[in-house]
């Protein structure tokens, strides 16, 4: 298993502690980041993408059910709780596993044996049954009456701007998309594009500088364009500070 994130959720700072060091203490590398509510949760899990999530069911603001209705990415989860009548549940959300409290550091590893052979099944047929994604290297884009080819790795940011999307280049020029932010993003590979705020992306290639500005985080980058970090999107930052 490489490197991978873990993101545990529980409103008990105890626990959260606990199963940190438990997990630690197997032979899996994993990058922790923690959250004690399920709003916190829902923001950490769609920024993050963890690869796996420890969450309890009962959360303030929202059960850990909830949460993984509500959020757009899908990581794998082990559910927690003190009860075991929300197993069915939990499984119909596709957990991996489900742990009833008090947990114990045995239950732990089973868990993460069953995720790890989750991930190798996953993966086994993954690379059987599909394609390895290609990602465009040149795209066209529109300037005036005209369609212009450019290249992917002269961008160095996307700005959403309402239901289009402003594309900025390496040379300071820029062109104007009709589609939307989103949908582009899911064009462009995610190991050079990142999104650091609701209405940006950025080309990880290009990012100059990281600086705090009082209580902001800013990206700096060619051309002098300097953008303000998304607070629900500073986990991913922080992923590439090593």
Known sequence: ???????????????????????????????????????????????????????????????????MESVEYQPSVIFTSIATQDAAQAFEHQAIDYLIKPLTAERVKLALQRFDHWRGAVHKKN??????????????????????????????????????????????????STTGIGQLE???????????HRSYIVNINHIQELYRDISKLFVSLPNAIEINVGRNYLPVIKELIF
């Open 186 to 196: 899911r064009k462009l590979n995610p190991q050079c594009f990142i999104r650091i």
């Open 1 to 67: 298993m490489g490197k991978q994130t873990v993101l545990i959720v529980d409103s008990d700072h105890s626990i959260r502690q606990w199963l940190r060091e438990t997990i630690k203490c197997q032979p899996y590398p994993f990058v922790f980041w923690e959250c004690c509510n399920g709003l916190e949760a829902e923001k950490y899990i769609n920024a993050l993408q963890p690869d796996l999530v420890f969450m309890a069911v009962k959360l303030p603001g929202k059960s850990g059910f909830e949460v």
């Open 127 to 176: 690379t059987a049954s599909e394609p390895p994604i290609s990602y465009p290297v040149r795209i066209l884009a529109e300037k005036g009456q005209r369609l212009t080819s450019i290249p992917i790795n002269k961008i160095t940011h996307l700005k959403a701007d309402k239901d289009y999307t402003w594309i900025h280049m390496l040379n300071g020029e820029s062109y104007l």
